[in-house]
């Protein structure tokens, strides 16, 4: 079986002796970085049920005081649970002997020995929250992918700009500045990021600072509450013109949520559509030498308002929820007291309609 090594971010911290060791350098990060508690305990169960996965034949029993590994429904290892419930080198041996005796008893095992610690790190993985991943590689963890694709377009109609932002990546705020410092004759601007699920969040937090002169952009918080990271504007006003639409919608997640509460909560825009995904929360890259990576959620991210994102999304100012294209915008703008759902608008030009007749309406 492969030797594992950890990384944060490309940060190596060497190589381990022992696979034993491995483990409980891997459990350690996990529950070091985690946002919330987590027992060592319950994450070493949660790896080695992950061995069913490799071989339906493998079955792992829990106890009060002792874990047994089964196959084919006979006894292969029984193992006394450490006296120190706490003791993580003591629960990394457990996990390393248990992978051991089912690769010598299991031809399965044996045969897909290379994968087994993929797939036992995402199913444990899987015990922590919903955002919490384990991805094949570091380019899917960090959606580099993205940079491939068109994530940015725009045209102008009369006085608006229309801007549509797909992801926000390393070209997101080059692309911002150059189409705003180009255009000329322009009375209202128009973001559509209905869709955008996210991306990199430090470039939503400068493609805010474009237009914030001053204040707080978002801020973080991990486990200990009590410790906050701010994010504020730091540069000079970018663009100074006035009325801004954001347009969102039930798939608008992540950094996308934090672009658009932030110009909201901070009077410089009007947000259009339906409730937001509620993608709040950032995550730690835990690399394995398999070159797959564990993402685990260590902190949680804040509107200006101090507003928590996660499971939460952001509220518009006008909510689109199974409205039809043919819909009064009128009545519509003199009805908005009820809840607001998540929903896909994209295949819409609803919310974009809306944000037109309020500009007409100087609303």
């Given at each position: 079986?492969?030797?594992?090594?950890?990384?944060?971010?490309?940060?190596?911290?060497?190589?381990?002796?022992?696979?034993?060791?491995?483990?409980?350098?891997?459990?350690?990060?996990?529950?070091?970085?985690?946002?919330?508690?987590?027992?060592?305990?319950?994450?070493?169960?949660?790896?080695?049920?992950?061995?069913?996965?490799?071989?339906?034949?493998?079955?792992?029993?829990?106890?009060?005081?002792?874990?047994?590994?089964?196959?084919?429904?006979?006894?292969?290892?029984?193992?006394?649970?450490?006296?120190?419930?706490?003791?993580?080198?003591?629960?990394?041996?457990?996990?390393?002997q248990f992978i051991n005796a089912a690769v010598e008893k299991s031809i399965i095992a044996a045969e897909h020995d290379f994968e087994i610690i993929d797939i036992l790190a995402s199913e444990m993985v899987k015990t922590l929250d919903k955002d919490s991943k384990f991805y094949k590689d570091i380019e899917e963890a960090s959606n580099i992918g993205l940079r491939n694709k068109r994530t940015f377009a725009s045209r102008q109609e009369d006085e608006v700009l229309y801007i549509k932002i797909a992801a926000f990546n390393k070209q997101t705020v080059t692309e911002l500045k150059n189409i705003l410092e180009n255009i000329d004759d322009i009375r209202a601007l128009i973001i559509d990021l209905k869709g955008c699920p996210g991306g990199m969040t430090g470039e939503a937090i400068l493609a805010v600072d474009l237009f914030l002169d001053k204040g707080i952009i978002a801020s973080t918080r991990g486990r200990n509450k009590n410790e906050e990271t701010y994010y504020s504007a730091v540069d000079e006003k970018f663009w100074n013109l006035s009325p801004i639409f954001i347009l969102v919608d039930g798939d608008t997640a992540s950094s996308a949520?934090?672009?658009?509460?932030?110009?909201?909560?901070?009077?410089?825009?009007?947000?259009i559509g339906t409730k937001t995904k509620g993608k709040g929360s950032m995550q730690k890259l835990i690399k394995l030498e398999t070159g797959s990576v564990l993402a685990v959620t260590n902190g949680f991210f804040y509107s200006p308002a101090a507003n928590n994102l996660d499971g939460v999304g952001v509220k518009p100012d006008v909510c689109t929820f199974e409205m039809l294209e043919n819909k009064d915008i009128a009545n519509l703008l003199k009805q908005q007291n009820g809840s607001c759902m998540a929903e896909s608008r994209e295949d819409t030009n609803f919310e974009e309609n809306v944000a037109l007749f309020m500009l007409k309406q100087n609303l």
């Open positions: 079986m492969k030797k594992i090594f950890l990384c944060l971010f490309g940060l190596y911290f060497g190589v381990f002796a022992k696979e034993a060791s491995a483990w409980s350098n891997v459990f350690k990060e996990v529950i070091d970085s985690y946002v919330y508690y987590v027992e060592i305990e319950d994450l070493a169960v949660a790896t080695l049920k992950g061995l069913q996965k490799v071989d339906k034949k493998l079955r792992v029993g829990n106890d009060s005081s002792r874990i047994t590994l089964y196959h084919d429904g006979k006894v292969i290892k029984v193992l006394r649970k450490p006296d120190d419930k706490k003791n993580i080198s003591a629960w990394g041996n457990i996990v390393n949520e934090i672009f658009a509460v932030a110009l909201q909560e901070q009077g410089l825009a009007k947000v």
